[in-house]
């Protein structure tokens, strides 16, 4: 190739070898990209101990692509109950509380009555993208009908809006007095649409995820309920709450996602495409971590479930059997449009009573007939006016921005024994952020041979390639071995802002970051585990940055990169979801502490304040060296130089 022979011309006789590396995929198509109707495998798992790793990184996903990662702290419910119906076998309250400071989340709840003071065991119920969200009563699904037979069978029920929907909304989101009413839907997804949000995860889905893990809070908050007994489950969008919030959340002791889980549909609204979540994992993997608890799949033959018999079923039962908890499964399929109707609600009734009631397994018991109550009997919020301290959209959003702040300034170790609960934490947000496979933070073990000199390896876009060489050059000059690594291959040409881009597909930066740790580990393999030195030139020094956990130094050129600016992230060459979660760049740098670190050409807004609390907690701070300016070649040569291993 042209630049192997410029490379050789360049060597003038010196007998230190230096590889100039292309980079995967240089001589091969790129991977097709995905979206939410690629069909998906699942994963062939063999052991009970590859299953647990996969669940932990299915939950782990969940979580941090719902910007939920670590699991925020709770505040006061301040949850209000009144207004209650009682009729024959159950009663009706209205339900209004806080799941985050300025946001509320309101809903019904149906209780038993006739059955004594309990405590009962009780079943979440989010609703689907019906019309009338948790008010719908129609023959093709009824959140009222189904509250009302499980109050009936001995069941607290909880029926709580998604966001947009009926009571749970912003004051801003309100049409204005006298304007025709925008259609529930479309309010519901007018949250988190600002690009930016997705640098913090951000989302509706995310919000609804954390409404349903307060939701769960609130029942265990209520005397006559059990909380070892509580159940969820939903149809459409909410069986995607469903199955999600049973992966995240262990509390919920048994889960029937009807007409949801599938191997090629995943999901057609923002609030069930979080940014990150199916790169790696599908929905069957997500629905399969709940595991070994009970769950009934619900399916129907006029959607996309109509393979659960044959597909989605079997491949999470495989599970269930490792976990030798096969009884636990169960999975049917009617012969419908997509629905959670009377017979698909017969079947999960069956279900909930055999594991919530003790049941025989045999035992179903039919719907019984109901009335649904008005909806203004229903509303919480009839007039609009919601409690006064409920925020606008806008000011939510600044809020959950200064909570993820603050909770990563929290997580900045500022003592060395901090510094191991940071490495859990925050190195599975980097991982999960990045979108990375099986990554060990720890270096392996090195022979005594191995540690006499380190191998270098320079990272470089292809506009810096000359930059790289000529780095390159200074360090043969002091007899170390060399790798110059370019990406050659060219990504897919596509906006990572449209269509769920990020939720099924890897960004560029995570796929440089993804491609530069590989040739990291293939480096040191190569070279009997001598130590790698990971040298990032111009806009590659980010990359290595975000790669140096898996390096043994870094010099990082920080590229004069205004990184407090959300414009700068937002390029599609640095864009990446959850990045300020971790830090920006600062997070995985501050991973690969106590290695020697150099940063160079900072600039004016390039925060390293982090970085340097780190190094000071574990007391390396002479391992560590940050320059505002960009320092010359001879300059890097040198610092590298002075590297003892």
């Not at 939510?396 to 901090?418: M, N, T, Y």
Request: hydrophobic share 45%; with cysteine; glycine share 6%.
């Amino acid at each position: 190739m042209l630049a192997n022979a410029r490379w050789r011309q360049r060597a003038r006789g010196l007998a230190v070898a230096i590889a100039f590396v292309l980079g995967p995929g240089a001589l091969a198509d790129s991977p097709p990209l995905r979206d939410l109707n690629t069909p998906r495998a699942f994963p062939e798992i063999r052991t009970v101990r590859a299953w647990a790793e996969r669940a932990r990184e299915v939950r782990e996903q969940v979580l941090v692509s719902c910007g939920l990662w670590p699991v925020p702290k709770r505040p006061p419910l301040r949850a209000r109950i009144f207004g209650r119906i009682e009729r024959d076998g159950y009663s009706i309250e209205k339900v209004f509380f806080q799941t985050a400071p300025g946001f509320y989340l309101a809903g019904n709840l149906y209780r038993p009555l006739g059955r004594g003071k309990g405590p009962f065991p009780a079943v979440l119920n989010p609703h689907g993208h019906w019309a009338q969200g948790r008010l719908t009563d129609t023959a093709e699904a009824s959140v009222p009908g189904r509250c009302i037979q499980l109050a009936r069978m001995g069941i607290v029920a909880f029926a709580y809006d998604m966001v947009g929907y009926n009571d749970t909304r912003f004051p801003d989101s309100l049409p204005p007095q006298g304007a025709a009413k925008l259609p529930f839907y479309h309010v519901h997804r007018q949250f988190a649409t600002n690009r930016a949000d997705q640098l913090w995860n951000i989302s509706l889905m995310g919000l609804q995820t954390w409404n349903s893990i307060r939701a769960l809070d609130f029942l265990e908050s209520l005397p006559d309920v059990d909380r070892r007994r509580i159940g969820c489950t939903g149809a459409s969008g909410g069986g995607t709450q469903t199955f999600i919030l049973a992966a995240a959340d262990e509390r919920v002791a048994v889960s029937a996602p009807v007409c949801m889980v599938s191997h090629s549909m995943q999901g057609g609204c923002s609030c069930e495409n979080a940014p990150g979540l199916r790169v790696r994992f599908s929905n069957m993997e997500i629905a399969a971590a709940a595991a070994p608890r009970p769950q009934i799949l619900v399916a129907a033959t006029g959607d996309w479930t109509k393979t659960t018999l044959e597909i989605e079923g079997p491949a999470i039962r495989h599970i269930y059997e490792l976990l030798g908890a096969s009884e636990r499964l169960r999975y049917v399929r009617f012969d419908d449009k997509h629905n959670y109707n009377r017979r698909s609600r017969e079947a999960v009734y069956a279900w909930l009573g055999r594991w919530l009631l003790d049941w025989p397994d045999a035992d179903a018991r039919p719907e019984l007939p109901y009335s649904k109550e008005d909806d203004a009997a229903l509303r919480v919020f009839p007039d609009g006016e919601h409690p006064p301290d409920a925020l606008p959209m806008s000011a939510f959003i600044e809020s959950l921005k200064r909570s993820h702040r603050k909770r990563w300034q929290q997580l900045v170790p500022h003592a060395a024994a901090d510094f191991e609960r940071f490495r859990r934490i925050a190195g599975a947000a980097w991982r999960h952020t990045l979108q990375l496979e099986e990554v060990e933070l720890e270096q392996p073990a090195r022979s005594a041979a191995a540690r006499e000199r380190p191998s270098v390896l320079i990272a470089a876009a292809a506009p810096d390639q000359a930059r790289a060489l000529a780095l390159a050059d200074a360090l043969r000059q002091r007899a170390f071995d060399v790798r110059v690594w370019t990406p050659q291959a060219e990504l897919p040409v596509a906006s990572p802002f449209t269509n769920f881009f990020t939720t099924y597909n890897r960004t560029a930066l995570q796929v440089r970051v993804g491609e530069l740790i590989e040739e990291c580990r293939q480096t040191r393999e190569q070279r009997g585990g001598a130590p790698v030195v990971l040298c990032g030139v111009g806009r590659a020094g980010v990359w290595t940055l975000l790669a140096a956990p898996v390096a043994d130094a870094v010099v990082a050129d920080a590229a004069a990169l205004d990184v407090t600016s959300d414009a700068t992230l937002l390029d599609p060459e640095l864009f990446c979801p959850g990045l300020r979660n971790i830090g920006t760049f600062e997070g995985g740098a501050m991973l690969a502490a106590p290695h020697p670190l150099l940063v160079h050409n900072t600039g004016r807004n390039f925060p390293t304040a982090s970085l340097r609390a780190v190094y000071r907690a574990l007391n390396a701070e002479r391992r560590l060296r940050i320059e505002s300016d960009r320092l010359s070649d001879a300059a890097l040569a040198a610092w590298v130089q002075r590297l003892a291993f």
